[in-house]
């Protein structure tokens, strides 16, 4: 008998251009588009295997060994609804003597290498990865875009996880989502030297979900009107001009500006939402001195900074200045020192 199983992993995505806001909530379509940098390093990944079986009841899905309920309609379940169709429209139906393993329900267990203490999303990596998975099971021959408009649908940052290095998430216009999917910028061998460090601050839960925050923005804030219109569509041309030219003075501006804002239509909410603590605005202030200092002295910016729904840093920087980088941190921020692995931990300089 046939054993039709196969395993994919995905890694996780840190944006610099950030995605805040639906314009529809079910389909998860975006009111900007976004931009981000794969973090393809062995240890901060999803890992996820699928198995279909004429002898199972109903689809089931096990997360780092615990079985989760699959809602009927929700996120999970669209997946893998859409995967299965998939496979019958471009396998099943074209070559009928191809076994009909969409009509087979799927059990599915996905493990993370990296630890919830790293305070790091896991739904990007996690529906990258499952939809990844299924693709290989299936045999489909899609690309990985394709495979994108599936996984927006799991989590939206979860996209841009199907493509390793620079990755833009076009927003799109269509009502139907079939032109909101991620596109590889460039690949990661274009600029092996950018590194990024993650300094994981606090690795409490965040109070406000980034699903109900982002909505909460949508419906309150002025500010994210222009920042739709009039911020991120800029931005995104100059971001990828920067990427493509290896520009990090302009890579590190845009990053460092697209994060405050970020953090001011968090703020522009009604009521408002803080995600970043004292620790994370003191690493901002550090930062932004280095920067200052290598400026005043005839040289460029040396690293940027970027905040995502939570306290925990993240820092991109050329290759020759993360020691640099990890000894003012812990020279600034010595109280951590005892907790430093727990607490501060830093992911080394991800090799890019
Ligand atoms: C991003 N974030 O671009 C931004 C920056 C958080 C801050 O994508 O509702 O977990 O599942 O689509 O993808 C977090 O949002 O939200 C996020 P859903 P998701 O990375």
Same mark, same amino acid.
Request: hydrophobic residues 40%.
């Given at each position: 008998?046939?054993?039709?199983?196969?395993?994919?992993?995905?890694?996780?995505?840190?944006?610099?251009?950030?995605?805040?806001?639906?314009?529809?909530? !079910?389909?998860?379509?975006?009111?900007?588009?976004?931009?981000?940098?794969?973090?393809?390093?062995?240890?901060?990944?999803?890992?996820?295997?699928?198995?279909?079986?004429?002898?199972?009841?109903?689809?089931?899905?096990?997360?780092?060994?615990?079985?989760?309920?699959?809602?009927? &309609?929700?996120?999970?379940?669209?997946?893998?609804?859409?995967?299965?169709?998939?496979?019958?429209?471009?396998?099943?139906?074209?070559?009928?003597?191809?076994?009909?393993?969409?009509?087979?329900?799927?059990?599915?267990?996905?493990?993370?290498?990296?630890?919830?203490?790293?305070?790091?999303?896991?739904?990007?990596?996690?529906?990258?990865?499952?939809?990844?998975?299924?693709?290989?099971?299936?045999?489909?021959?899609?690309?990985?875009?394709?495979?994108?408009?599936?996984?927006?649908?799991?989590?939206?940052?979860?996209?841009?996880?199907?493509?390793?290095?620079?990755?833009?998430?076009?927003? &799109?216009?269509?009502?139907?989502?079939?032109?909101?999917?991620?596109?590889?910028?460039?690949?990661?061998?274009?600029?092996?030297?950018?590194?990024?460090?993650?300094?994981?601050?606090?690795?409490?839960?965040?109070?406000?979900?980034?699903?109900?925050?982002?909505?909460?923005?949508?419906?309150?804030?002025?500010?994210?009107?222009?920042?739709?219109?009039?911020?991120?569509?800029?931005?995104?041309?100059?971001?990828?001009?920067?990427?493509?030219?290896?520009?990090?003075?302009?890579?590190?501006?845009?990053?460092?500006?697209?994060?405050?804002?970020?953090?001011?239509?968090?703020?522009?909410?009604?009521?408002?939402?803080?995600?970043?603590?004292?620790?994370?605005?003191?690493?901002?202030?550090?930062?932004?001195?280095?920067?200052?200092?290598?400026?005043?002295?005839?040289? &460029?910016?040396?690293?940027?900074?970027?905040?995502?729904?939570?306290?925990?840093?993240?820092?991109?920087?050329? !290759?020759?200045?993360?020691?640099?980088?990890?000894?003012?941190?812990?020279?600034?921020?010595?109280?951590?020192?005892?907790?430093?692995?727990?607490?501060?931990?830093?992911?080394?300089?991800?090799?890019?």
């Amino acid at each position: 008998m046939t054993l039709y199983q196969a395993t994919a992993s995905a890694p996780v995505n840190i944006a610099c251009i950030k995605y805040w806001g639906k314009r529809d909530t !079910k389909l998860i379509l975006p009111t900007n588009s976004s931009l981000s940098v794969t973090l393809d390093q062995d240890h901060l990944r999803s890992t996820t295997t699928s198995r279909a079986d004429p002898s199972f009841e109903r689809d089931r899905l096990w997360l780092n060994g615990k079985e989760e309920d699959i809602k009927a &309609g929700g996120r999970t379940a669209t997946c893998i609804t859409e995967m299965k169709r998939l496979r019958k429209q471009e396998v099943e139906d074209k070559q009928p003597n191809e076994p009909k393993i969409s009509e087979y329900s799927v059990h599915i267990a996905s493990f993370n290498n990296f630890p919830t203490a790293a305070g790091l999303a896991s739904s990007a990596s996690g529906f990258a990865a499952l939809v990844s998975s299924l693709a290989q099971l299936y045999h489909l021959p899609v690309s990985p875009s394709t495979l994108s408009l599936i996984a927006r649908q799991g989590s939206g940052s979860a996209c841009r996880s199907l493509f390793g290095g620079f990755v833009a998430w076009e927003m &799109g216009s269509a009502s139907d989502g079939s032109d909101s999917y991620a596109v590889e910028v460039a690949p990661q061998a274009h600029w092996p030297d950018l590194h990024a460090l993650i300094c994981v601050v606090s690795d409490d839960k965040k109070g406000t979900s980034s699903t109900s925050g982002m909505q909460r923005t949508v419906e309150t804030s002025p500010l994210l009107q222009h920042r739709i219109k009039e911020v991120v569509p800029k931005r995104m041309k100059d971001i990828s001009k920067a990427i493509l030219d290896k520009d990090f003075d302009s890579f590190a501006r845009i990053t460092m500006a697209d994060s405050n804002q970020f953090h001011a239509v968090a703020l522009d909410t009604e009521p408002p939402i803080f995600y970043m603590n004292d620790v994370s605005k003191s690493i901002i202030a550090l930062i932004v001195e280095y920067n200052r200092v290598s400026v005043a002295n005839g040289g &460029g910016y040396k690293a940027a900074y970027t905040y995502d729904a939570g306290p925990n840093a993240v820092i991109y920087a050329p !290759k020759e200045n993360i020691k640099e980088i990890i000894q003012l941190i812990v020279k600034y921020f010595p109280q951590h020192e005892g907790l430093f692995k727990d607490v501060f931990g830093l992911f080394g300089g991800a090799d890019l």
